[in-house]
């Protein structure tokens, strides 16, 4: 089946300091994955919209200065948060789409395990 | 803005009792997901509905997507200590550029021995 990783799983970093977090497509190409922040006892909550090859889309009241999103590859997918602060402490998911996708719906996304950021 | 209304919240349970969640939303949607999230990992697609008036089962699960395409349930038959999680419905956004998925809050649910 198709999968999703995502690295590292958990982070601990210092405020002021910058975090990549990578989303990885391991069996299937994905020109479009999108990144979701959760937090704790809250639901998945959109913040963009990654395309290979293009800028990413983010969604309303995400600063794209601060959360950097590169789509170098039609595997990979990368989310840098910048000068991270406290609040930015969540747990991050990635999802891809799978381009290629036979026998399922188009609208399917796989889901990577998430990146717990802490800042402190 | 397109919004998924889950309840309830929270529902704790005995192992063999059966439990309905609900996800309703004024807005129509193209299709809608349920998902299942364990604590520190990412959700796992249950199942996609379609369409209106759609029944789906997955062993003791069963999904129902309204008619009017608006609303869907989840029916847990029998409950057991491993349906233990937070069930999120999700619906398509095709009025977004990229059919983004919008989620509903979420229904967690603890089923006791």
């Known amino acids: 089946g198709a999968v999703v990783s995502q690295h590292p799983s958990w982070v601990i970093c210092k405020s002021g300091t910058s975090v990549k977090i990578e989303c990885r497509s391991l069996?299937?190409?994905?020109?479009?994955m999108f990144w979701y922040r959760q937090f704790p006892k809250q639901s998945l909550m959109l913040m963009a919209t990654?395309?290979?090859?293009?800028?990413?889309?983010?969604e309303q009241g995400v600063e794209k200065d601060k959360f950097l999103i590169n789509h170098a590859s039609l595997t990979l997918s990368t989310l840098t948060v910048t000068s991270a602060h406290p609040e930015d402490s969540s747990f991050y998911i990635c999802s891809a789409r799978d381009d290629w996708a036979s026998g399922v719906s188009t609208d399917t996304q796989y889901f990577g395990p998430g990146t717990r950021l802490t800042v402190l | 803005t397109q919004l998924l209304e889950q309840s309830p919240q929270f529902l704790s349970i005995q192992e063999g009792e059966n439990l309905t969640v609900y996800c309703n939303s004024s807005?129509?949607?193209?299709?809608l997901q349920w998902y299942r999230q364990e604590p520190g990992e990412g959700p796992v697609l249950l199942v996609t509905?379609?369409?209106?008036?759609e029944v789906k089962k997955l062993k003791r699960l069963t999904f129902q997507f309204g008619d009017a395409r608006k609303d869907s349930s989840l029916h847990i038959t029998a409950a057991q200590p491993g349906d233990t999680g937070l069930y999120l419905c999700?619906?398509?956004?095709?009025?977004?550029?990229?059919?983004?998925?919008?989620f509903g809050k979420g229904t967690k649910l603890s089923v006791k021995p």
């Open positions: 999700a619906g398509v956004n095709h009025g977004g550029s990229q059919g983004n998925l919008i």
């Open positions: 990654s395309n290979e090859g293009s800028k990413a889309t983010y």
């Open positions: 509905v379609v369409t209106g008036g």
């Open positions: 807005s129509v949607f193209s299709s």
């Open positions: 069996d299937f190409q994905a020109t479009t």
